[in-house]
């Protein structure tokens, strides 16, 4: 079994950087692709950005390529999401998740396992 815990969230204004931490437990960290997703009030969850297992390839929605960039450390248990550029648009509660022993991305959130408790990002304009 595997526990996403998420750090990082908070208010900020646009234009400003947030860092979001994803603390894993269990034994099978290093070998799961992971992903963050974010879901807005009223909105349905969606992709944001996807690692694989060895960090060598990431995959980005569209509106984050560019100001978004996820990372990993397997020795910590620990996927990343450095966030720069925020634009009010990006205020959501944005989600860990993992793919089991699934080393490949995928945007697909019905192919993640394990789900954070989620932290809330907030930017004002």
């Known amino acids: 079994q595997v526990q996403l815990v998420e750090f990082g969230g908070g208010l900020v204004q646009a234009g400003g950087s947030l860092r979001l931490s994803c603390a894993a437990s269990g034994r099978t960290f290093s070998t799961a692709a992971m992903g963050w997703f974010r879901q807005a009030p009223g909105k349905e969850r969606a992709f944001v950005a996807a690692?694989?297992?060895?960090?060598?390839?990431?995959d980005y929605t569209d509106s984050v390529k560019g100001r978004f960039t996820i990372s990993r450390d397997n020795a910590k248990k620990t996927v990343y999401l450095q966030l720069n550029s925020l634009k009010p648009e990006d205020t959501a509660v944005y989600y860990c998740?993992?793919?089991?022993?699934?080393?490949?991305?995928?945007?697909?959130?019905?192919?993640?396992?394990?789900w954070g408790q989620g932290t809330q990002v907030t930017v004002s304009s």
């Open positions: 998740a993992g793919r089991g022993s699934y080393t490949s991305t995928s945007r697909a959130a019905r192919d993640y396992v394990y």
């Open positions: 690692i694989r297992s060895s960090g060598d390839i990431t």
